[in-house]
């Protein structure tokens, strides 16, 4: 069964198509408010969709509007292009069991690994100043990322804090203005940018292929002007920018960079995996149209690694080196290329995955606070991808002593932090 044609015959049947300005607009069958313009004259069909510009193919939209046409011609709809049932939808086994016992087990294991990761924080040298002691460095991070963790209010959250505080994992509970100051100091930036790192350390054994993008965290902040061409006040919602590299088996984010809302995807990569490569064995990073340059080539070639990006539809290959020889194998070998390219899809599904189990807004007011917030968030969510992969891979979830061993037995094979 031609699965683009069975789908093309449903988007005719709904009434998706329509004829304008010499070509043919096909409304998007994934419910978003999208056309695609389509031209049946001329040697070849075309299409503005992104699976005609990769596969260089008949699209599903294509198909429906040659479909719509040839029942314009006839004046009614033709016995053979009837929508038959609709193709199913490829879904993937999960495994239940463990992933049940993941979820369950999950926020007693975050405080934990949380608390292991903290102690990589180094502690600065005591003023020798007077008066009250200065909260630790370890416990300000610590409680604000399990402030963020939770998804509450400073206030409400002061009680979760103190159970960490009774469980050992906190020297003393902070005061709920305590954990907003550390979200909102430019210091705590550059600490939590290299948790992110470490706490992805623990599978480098696993990831060998990564995948890039980009996505936005909303805030409650409204940025306002006046918009002189209607004559009246206009706002809208500021938001920062998360660009980041994720591995495509266990989706745990390998290096993150937050920045303004409108900053651009493609000079972030070298950056993005130059970190990566600190701890893991860079074999293929899969990106978007956006990444394709001859500085991200070149800089993932730098690195042992090949990129596999999509190419815009004008893109001729003109400027030579990595890019024309990429380039030329997604021309020839398409559908080889895009065996590659296709695991770029993980990168959406963690971000999915991110914004589903911790929010996709920040509380935040202040730019820093709102940056640092997005890195709090991405730390926890590294830490719950270490326990999936507890469960997953068969590794014993157990917390040893410095030296490896308990009882004068073996080491158990365990997930641990690296120590500085």
């Known amino acids: 069964m031609d699965v683009r044609l069975e789908k093309a015959k449903h988007i005719v049947a709904e009434g998706k198509v329509r004829e304008a300005h010499g070509g043919y607009y096909v409304a998007s069958a994934s419910g978003v408010h999208r056309e695609y313009r389509v031209t049946l004259d001329g040697l070849y069909p075309s299409c503005s969709c992104e699976d005609f510009d990769l596969h260089g193919g008949r699209c599903k939209h ?7 046409r040839a029942q314009q011609a006839a004046g009614h709809a033709a016995e053979c292009d009837q929508p038959g049932p609709m193709p199913k939808k490829k879904t993937y086994s999960q495994d239940w069991p463990n ?40 416990d300000g991070i610590y409680s604000a990322c399990m402030k963020v963790y939770g998804g509450m209010s400073a206030r409400r959250s002061s009680s979760d804090l103190e159970e960490c505080r009774d469980a050992g994992f906190l020297t003393a509970a902070p005061h709920f203005n305590s954990v907003l100051n550390v979200l909102d100091d430019p210091a705590t930036e550059p600490i939590l940018t290299e948790l992110v790192r470490l706490s992805a ?52 984010i390998t290096a993150v960079k937050i920045m303004e809302q409108h900053s651009a995807d493609s ?38 690694g090949i990129l596999f990006a999509a190419f815009r539809s004008n893109t001729t290959g003109g400027v030579g080196g990595l890019f024309e020889k990429a380039f030329l194998f997604f021309r020839w070998h398409r559908e080889e290329y895009l065996q590659f390219y296709h695991k770029r899809s993980n990168v959406e599904s963690t971000f999915s995955a ?8 920040v509380r935040g007011k202040s730019d820093v606070s709102m940056r640092n917030e997005v890195l709090a968030k991405v730390v926890c969510y590294n830490l719950t991808c270490c326990i999936a992969e507890w469960y997953t891979l068969g590794i014993a979830p157990v917390f040893l002593p410095e030296d490896g061993c308990t009882n004068n037995r073996e080491p158990a094979q365990i997930i641990r932090f690296p120590r500085r």
């Not at 965290?217 to 919602?237: D, I, L, V």
């Not at 394709?292 to 070149?298: D, G, I, L, V």
């Not at 991110?354 to 807004?361: I, N, V, W």
């Open 62 to 68: 294509i198909e429906a509007a040659a479909i719509f």
């Open 99 to 138: 992933y049940n016992a993941a979820q369950i087990n999950e926020g007693y294991y975050v405080k934990r690994l949380l608390h292991d990761l903290c102690q990589t924080i180094p502690e600065p040298p005591p003023s020798g100043k007077r008066g009250r002691p200065r909260l630790s460095v370890r």
């Open 201 to 252: 350390l623990p599978l480098a054994a696993v990831e060998v292929d990564f995948a890039v993008d980009s996505t936005g965290f909303s805030s409650n902040c409204h940025a306002r002007w006046f918009n002189k061409k209607y004559g009246h006040e206009s706002t809208k919602a500021t938001w920062v920018s998360c660009h980041a590299m994720c591995g495509v088996k266990t989706n745990v």
């Open 267 to 304: 000079p972030q990569l070298p950056d993005l995996a130059r970190t990566t490569s600190q701890g893991f064995t860079i074999v293929e990073v899969s990106a978007d149209r956006a990444y394709a340059s001859q500085e991200n080539f070149n800089a993932v070639d730098e690195l042992g």
């Open 354 to 361: 991110l914004k589903r189990k911790l929010g996709d807004s």
